[in-house]
């Protein structure tokens, strides 16, 4: 099934329900007056977000919704009921854009709700034009048509984790493994040439293809890079333990991040050393205590795909992190 980021549907609010002419009767007061009661609103249209990546595919075929009318007033000046809402169910990211007016709405938390579509009010029933001089009033207005247009909606991921790091950190082969998703994986430079993203228990990761030195002046894939960590809540800092000096490692990546603009920089970021199989318990210590040193960190964290009780650690401190039961250093 083919991943959808963008499609245009259309959607209407309900119309409200008309007003109506009635008489109150009654055996003491056969001509007891108007008693018609006003219709209830139309049901908007709203937006709701979720974290579902694959919400938009909901709209792959089925591009025409629309709310309940609200429901004609009734005898004894009851009150029409109003017409049930509609909710469309959108990634968090996605940008909502009615094409007929402009209006903007963009979903950025999980449960957030906006009025995408008002309903339109209901009518007046006879009884609401009674007067001192018109006792007897045989008028009633229309509900009112809720609003309606074609709406365009596109997702800008937001990821919950950003996996960055040198080309041949492991990335993509953690983002497989932590969420089955199907990255490419090689022992080559630039293997991944578009961000792969990954659902990981309710939470968006996203492989991010590798930096190398130069890249903020648009050296490999530069600018490219860059702009896909602009929407992510946290960096997961890879280092290869093949790399013979990993400070040198983390500062390249972080002086490209710095060079980029301040905002990437001043992203909560968590360091993670990779490939722990290739090297013994010594070696990884002190890697650790290298990097504790010279970033003034208390936890390096550490990860061996080969591994699965390593996975099952790393995995369980990630949900931590992701949920707030962590705070990740900056």
């Not at 990634?91 to 957030?112: S, W």
């Not at 790091?165 to 983002?175: E, I, M, R, T, Y």
């Not at 969420?179 to 991944?192: D, E, L, M, N, S």
Request: glycine share 14%; proline share 3%.
């Amino acid at each position: 099934m083919a991943f959808i980021d963008y499609v245009v549907i259309h959607a209407s609010a309900g119309r409200g329900g008309n007003g109506v002419v009635r008489w109150l009767r009654q055996k003491s007061r056969p001509k007891g007056g108007p008693a018609g009661g006003d219709g209830g609103k139309g049901g908007d249209v709203l937006l709701r977000g979720v974290r579902d990546l694959g919400a938009l595919q909901n709209f792959a075929h089925e591009k025409k919704f629309s709310a309940e009318p609200g429901q004609p007033g009734g005898e004894h000046n009851r009150h029409g009921a109003d017409g049930a809402v509609k909710v469309l169910s959108v990634p968090i990211g996605t940008c909502a854009r009615v094409l007929e007016t402009g209006k903007k709405i963009e979903i950025m938390e999980e449960g957030e709700t906006f009025v995408l579509f008002e309903g339109g009010k209901g009518g007046l029933g006879n009884n609401y034009f009674k007067s001192s001089t018109n006792q007897n009033p045989f008028e009633s207005t229309k509900g009112v048509a809720g609003e309606k247009g074609s709406v365009a909606l596109e997702l800008k991921i937001i990821a919950d984790g950003g996996l960055i790091g040198l080309p041949n950190a492991g990335k993509s082969s953690l983002l497989n493994i932590l969420t089955h998703a199907r990255a490419k994986v090689g022992a080559y430079p630039f293997t991944t040439l578009e961000p792969n993203l990954g659902a990981f228990w309710g939470y968006v990761l996203a492989d991010i293809p590798g930096l190398i030195e130069g890249a903020a002046t648009g050296k490999g894939l530069g600018s490219r890079f860059l702009k896909h960590t602009e929407r992510t809540n946290m960096l997961v800092h890879l280092i290869s333990l093949e790399q013979e000096d990993v400070v040198k490692a983390y500062h390249t990546v972080r002086d490209e991040l710095s060079s980029f603009g301040e905002t990437l920089a001043d992203k909560k970021e968590i360091v993670v050393l990779s490939k722990t199989d290739i090297v013994s318990g010594e070696v990884l210590a002190m890697r650790k205590k290298e990097l504790a040193n010279a970033l003034h960190l208390s936890n390096i964290y550490s990860i061996s795909i080969k591994d699965s009780a390593s996975v099952k650690e790393f995995s369980d401190t990630l949900t931590s992190l992701f949920r707030g039961n962590i705070s990740a250093p900056v």
